[in-house]
């Protein structure tokens, strides 16, 4: 491996995803800062990015996509669960789903609660309004001129979207038209991160017009291996880019934000950890923070499966035909179900009388598939009959999992523990679901539009039964958060103080997903961008 130059900036962001755009760009409003932004993935100029639909075909994409996969799962029968993540300039936001999702007031409050001044939702409300610019009006709730494009795609919603909608409503469930507004409790349509057609990623929104700035530099394809100290103080990274090892030195500040996986993993790769652990890698230890990548967090959930009595989204996105008019559409006009999520509709709700906020989210998607064999790049296969899933996830799962780096060398993905239902309630709380889920599918909006329920099938009403069904069908919904946990002390198993500093060194923040003390209900892209605004002052204070 050659070695290569190295070059200097005042503060240099590893990763370049929901959080680390905004930081980037925020930083560089300042002229008198220099910036530099690595990614260890390539450009977003694919159409797998930019077309909204196109995160299917994102979905097992080497060029765009970690792959990651846990460890078998005890709680899944045995079974590995994937875990897509972007690789690609954007992160996330250029391959998910596009979902919106800011979580309820409670969750933020709870963060402050726990020792996080700053960091309730009354604080964090400016920033939440500060990055979007929606389309349905700026109010006291939302924002009307940032970065990021959110789009109410209602209107344009599958005829099937909206009869779930209605059928949930006829189910007891408020209509809610805005999960970002006063509250989040009921059903409705899903706003996606779209703008004229296309997929607003924080790339789109944040770095890429940002780039504009001298100050500013992206480096892409270069993937960072450690963190460089000058005792404990962070002064650059180290990184690989086209089979050279470079450096990039830092004057002020190292900001990591590779993400729920990528930042724990980084930080154990250069000594910040468990020292007993790292020294039996090979890593010279340089801060004791055993609470790195532990706190582990993500949302679980499962389908019911339905064959339709009408068509569904399979008669569009199934026949070669069919697509091909589809993408037509798209292509003249910019509409149509291409420019659309499959997550249309859904809602947060109460699966008990005893519940004070939402514990369930569900999704509504107008067509059924069976999944993509791993390796392949097509998330979809749509069934040749006209079918629908009904979904759902828990919103505050107990269950934490952990993740480690197998040695030193940076290019080997850690194992990753999710532990899901190793806290029993959280599967206690989704079996509780699955009749609440057939009781929306009963009622008289939906119930005619109902061939029959495919899987697990009206027969499979025991508890054993449907237990079986969920282990068997529980996937991941990509929501990993909370390995470098923000807290006080971290003597309390917190990795990040209130400004984001990591505990024990200086001259180092993180800013992602992975500080979260607590997993917010619903889509996690929001609350990471959210977390980037905020670093991005925090940062700014200080310099």
């Known amino acids: 491996m050659r070695t290569g130059e190295t070059e200097t900036h005042d503060v240099v962001i590893v990763g370049a995803g929901s959080a680390g755009c905004a930081v980037a760009a925020r930083l560089s409003e300042r002229a008198d800062l220099s910036v530099a932004i690595i990614e260890a993935g390539g450009s977003d100029r694919s159409i797998w990015v930019r077309m909204p639909i196109g995160y299917g075909g994102a979905f097992y994409h080497p060029a765009l996509n970690w792959r990651y996969y846990t460890e078998p799962e005890a709680e899944l029968g045995g079974r590995k669960a994937y875990w897509p993540r972007g690789k690609v300039v954007g992160g996330s936001s250029s391959i998910n789903a596009m979902v919106y999702i800011r979580g309820q007031a409670a969750d933020y409050d709870g963060w402050a609660a726990a020792g996080n001044p700053g960091w309730s939702y009354a604080d964090l409300l400016p920033y939440f309004r500060r990055l979007e610019t929606n389309l349905a009006g700026a109010n006291?709730?939302?924002?009307?001129?940032?970065?990021?494009?959110?789009?109410?795609?209602?209107?344009?919603?599958?005829?099937?979207?909206?009869?779930?909608?209605?059928?949930a409503q006829e189910a007891g469930f408020a209509y809610n038209g805005d999960f970002n507004g006063r509250d989040q409790d009921g059903v409705g349509f899903y706003q996606i991160t779209m703008r004229r057609g296309l997929r607003c990623s924080a790339a789109t929104g944040y770095l890429h017009p940002a780039l504009r700035r001298p100050n500013l530099r992206l480096l892409t394809e270069a993937a960072v291996s450690r963190i460089l100290f000058d005792g404990r103080r962070a002064v650059g990274v180290e990184y690989r880019a086209h089979g050279t090892v470079r450096r990039i030195m830092a004057r002020r500040e190292v900001v990591l934000s590779a993400g729920a996986i990528g930042s724990p993993q980084i930080l154990q790769l250069s000594g910040i950890g468990a020292p007993d652990k790292l020294a039996a890698l090979g890593i010279t230890p340089v801060a004791s923070a055993p609470a790195v990548g532990r706190n582990l967090m993500d949302h679980v959930g499962f389908d019911l499966v339905y064959e339709a009595t009408v068509p569904t989204l399979n008669a569009t996105l199934g026949p070669l035909l069919a697509r091909g008019k589809a993408g037509l559409r798209y292509l003249l006009t910019r509409g149509g179900p291409l420019s659309l999520s499959v997550n249309q509709a859904g809602?947060?709700?109460?699966?008990?009388?005893?519940?004070?906020?939402?514990?369930?989210?569900?999704?509504?998607?107008?067509?059924?598939?069976?999944?993509?064999?791993?390796?392949?790049?097509?998330?979809?296969?749509?069934?040749?009959?006209?079918?629908?899933?009904?979904?759902?996830?828990?919103?505050?799962?107990?269950?934490?999992?952990?993740?480690?780096?197998?040695s030193a060398d940076a290019a080997e993905a850690p194992e990753i523990h999710p532990l899901y239902y190793s806290a029993p309630e959280d599967l206690d709380e989704l079996l509780r679901s699955v009749d609440l889920m057939r009781a929306i599918a009963a009622q008289p909006a939906l119930a005619p539009l109902i061939a029959r329920e495919l899987s697990p099938g009206p027969d499979v009403t025991d508890r054993d039964g449907l237990l079986a069904y969920i282990r068997a069908t529980t996937t991941s919904v990509f929501h990993p958060c909370g390995t470098c946990r923000m807290g006080p002390d971290a003597e309390g198993g917190a990795v990040v103080d209130p400004a984001l500093k990591v505990h024990g060194v200086a001259g180092l923040r993180v800013a992602d997903a992975s500080i979260m003390p607590a997993i917010t209900a619903g889509n996690l892209n929001a609350p990471s961008i959210m977390i980037g605004e905020k670093a991005s002052d925090l940062i700014r204070a200080d310099l």
Not at 140 to 160: M, N
Not at 369 to 397: E, I, Q, W
């Open 347 to 406: 809602g947060f709700v109460r699966g008990d009388a005893s519940r004070t906020r939402p514990n369930l989210q569900l999704y509504f998607s107008p067509l059924s598939y069976t999944r993509a064999v791993p390796g392949k790049r097509r998330l979809t296969a749509p069934d040749s009959f006209p079918g629908f899933m009904l979904g759902v996830s828990n919103c505050h799962p107990k269950s934490r999992g952990w993740l480690h780096i197998r």
């Open 140 to 167: 006291e709730w939302r924002g009307g001129d940032g970065p990021i494009t959110v789009s109410d795609v209602s209107e344009a919603a599958h005829p099937l979207s909206h009869a779930f909608v209605r059928a």
